[in-house]
């Protein structure tokens, strides 16, 4: 695993797609594909593209963006810290599982909420939060919540109980359109 981290420089902009998910990486790894195919065909191909002089430029500019986007990798690379950063990530969720278990829901919110910014693939955390959601009578919030879990990798382990919380979903969902219509109906029967 550490290996695989430190091949990530090679290429400007993949330590930051690939590690930490960042969406400027892609631009950045798309930006710099674009300028390697430039500097190859201009080169190699078709050599009256642009003049020698806007060729070398091409290449001096290349070569920058690879040595300065490397020096940014490995400089992340290296003030990143892997396990401290799982062991934060667990000690949020025990945190947060602990106000939950003792219904303490707006602290065990804020803490879930936290945890996933921190990593948006945590599917233990998006599940409780879902969960949370619907206890506090947030439905829509915990519906949308559902959906982006079960697109998540990784939630494939949590299918069943995800289904469950569904369930129990829709049947809040069900309650409170009863509950709606019982109220609706009431001042009718007051007129008659």
């Known amino acids: 695993m550490r290996l695989a981290r430190w091949i990530t420089v ?4 993949l330590s930051q797609l690939w590690l930490a998910g960042a969406w400027w990486g892609l ?19 078709w050599t009256e ?3 020698p002089w806007q060729r070398v430029g091409v290449w001096v500019l290349l070569v920058t963006v690879w040595a300065a986007a490397t020096v940014l990798s490995v400089r992340q ?18 945190r947060a599982s602990r106000e939950y278990l003792n219904g303490n829901w707006i602290k065990a919110e804020q803490l879930l909420t936290h945890l996933i910014r921190l990593n948006a693939r ?17 439905l829509t919030e915990a519906s949308g919540r559902l959906r982006r879990l079960e697109a998540t990798d990784g939630a494939e382990k949590w299918r069943s109980e ?6 129990m979903l829709e049947g809040q969902f069900s309650k ?9 109906e ?5 007129a008659a």
């Open 10 to 13: 090679v290429w400007p902009g």
């Open 27 to 45: 631009a950045i790894a798309c930006g710099f594909a674009w300028m390697v195919n430039l500097a190859v065909i201009s080169t190699f191909v």
């Open 49 to 51: 593209l642009i003049t």
């Open 77 to 94: 690379l290296r003030s990143s810290n892997p396990e401290a950063e799982q062991a934060t990530a667990e000690d949020l969720f025990r």
């Open 122 to 138: 945590d599917v233990d955390a998006q599940l409780m939060l879902a969960s949370l959601l619907r206890r506090t009578g947030q």
């Open 162 to 167: 995800i289904a469950r919380e569904r369930k």
């Open 176 to 184: 409170h359109q009863n509950v709606g219509s019982e109220v609706t």
């Open 186 to 190: 009431a001042p009718e029967a007051k």
